[in-house]
């Protein structure tokens, strides 16, 4: 096997260890989906047409990543929509599973790290 291929085989399983992160990243909080979509769209492209137009064809991926890598931006709706799961998801975790202060006040900076990070991206029209 040539090192082409091996680099080949190595970006494409990187990839789809990405995309499992990132669809993992929708239902936990401190996990984010985008960076790791974008990875794995990163990987997918250095190393196999098929997975990548795959990703970026996705119905629930492809919008976000299209949208990211041909403007930079997000939609209003998917910056609510994150900004609301991200909150309700930490506000639980902070209440209702979290007994000490200083795991609390560590979700309350990530929380707002995140928010300013969302907030400062550019919104698609």
Same mark, same amino acid.
């Given at each position: ?48 047409? @098929?997975?990548?137009?795959?990703? #970026? ?11 990211? @890598?041909?403007?930079?931006? #997000? ?51």
């Amino acid at each position: 096997m040539n090192m082409n291929k091996v680099r080949k085989s190595l970006l494409a399983m990187c990839g789809m260890v990405a995309v499992g992160l990132g669809a993992a990243g929708i239902f936990l909080p401190l996990l984010p989906t985008t960076p790791f979509l974008l990875l794995a769209a990163a990987c997918f492209f250095r190393s196999s047409d @098929r997975l990548y137009n795959w990703l #970026i064809q996705h119905r629930c991926f492809g919008h976000y990543i299209r949208q990211y @890598r041909e403007h930079r931006a #997000i939609s209003r709706q998917a910056k609510i929509a994150t900004l609301l799961l991200l909150w309700g998801t930490l506000a639980f975790s902070g209440l209702a599973v979290l007994e000490s202060p200083w795991g609390r006040i560590l979700l309350l900076a990530v929380g707002i790290g995140v928010t300013l990070h969302v907030l400062s991206m550019k919104t698609l029209k």
